[in-house]
């Protein structure tokens, strides 16, 4: 199995502030990542794919970079919408075991 | 737009069975793979089952192999998950997913781009 680590558990932020939340892979996974974002008592929302394609909607101030088993998700200006809890996930193996990390939780400082 | 509603959740004692629906619009449902992710109370999300837009290929995890069934019906637009042998760590939010992969001739996607509200499933005596 794939384990998915992201850090830090807790980011404490205030709005206008740069965000940078990372996800390690236990293997090379390539660019086979997603981020979801998660409010509370609301389903997870696709952010970012492919380790770097904003899903649809998804406002320019949310990037993601990386490949291999580094990976990290930058928020460039936090906008009070953007205190939540974000996960990564892994989708490399065929046939599928898809695997989260534990979740950064973002909150205002 | 995509909409997904799940139903059938409960209460449930350990050991015992529940089937979850999933009823599904607005897109080609039988052009895409689909899922269900699981979220116990304060944790984070586990994935826990898979089907291929035809049926013909499913999926899971070792935690819930051979206690979980997935199925669909592509002519009712609906995803199933028969759970048997429930225990205690199988409480949870059960959402449905929708893959963002359109089936095109190969295996790909494994990211989820639509979510069910989700619903709760309760284990204990």
């Known amino acids: 199995e794939i384990v998915m680590t992201q850090s830090p558990a807790i980011l404490s932020l205030s709005p206008g502030d740069r965000a940078t939340l990372s996800c390690r892979a236990s293997?090379?996974?390539?660019?086979?990542l997603a981020w979801y974002q998660q409010k509370p008592a609301q389903a997870p929302r696709l952010l970012i794919y492919?380790?770097?394609t904003r899903a649809t909607g998804i406002p320019v101030r949310f990037s993601g970079s990386g490949s291999g088993t580094e990976f990290t998700l930058t928020i460039s200006s936090l906008q009070s919408g953007d205190f939540a809890i974000y996960y990564c996930?892994?989708?490399?193996?065929?046939?599928?075991?898809?695997?989260f990390g534990q979740g950064t939780k973002l909150e205002i400082k | 737009q995509v909409q997904l509603v799940e139903s059938g959740g409960g209460v449930v004692q350990p050991g015992g069975s529940l089937s979850l629906s999933c009823a599904a619009s607005?897109?080609?449902?039988?052009?895409?793979?689909m899922h269900w992710v699981r979220q116990a109370p304060g944790k984070g999300l586990e994935w826990v089952a898979f089907?291929?837009?035809?049926?013909?290929?499913?999926y899971y995890p070792d935690s819930v192999k051979g206690r979980f069934t997935i199925s669909r019906d592509n002519s009712k637009n609906t995803l199933s998950l028969q759970m048997n042998s429930l225990r205690p760590e199988d409480t949870a939010i059960y959402f449905c997913?929708?893959?963002?992969?359109?089936?095109?001739?190969?295996?790909?996607?494994?990211?989820?781009?639509?979510w069910g509200q989700g619903t709760l499933v309760t284990v204990s005596s």
């Open positions: 997913a929708k893959d963002m992969y359109e089936y095109s001739g190969y295996d790909a996607g494994g990211y989820f781009d639509s």
């Open positions: 607005g897109f080609t449902f039988s052009n895409y793979y």
């Open positions: 089907i291929r837009h035809d049926g013909s290929g499913k």
């Open positions: 293997q090379n996974i390539n660019s086979n």
């Open positions: 492919h380790a770097s």
């Open positions: 996930q892994q989708y490399h193996i065929w046939p599928p075991s898809y695997t």
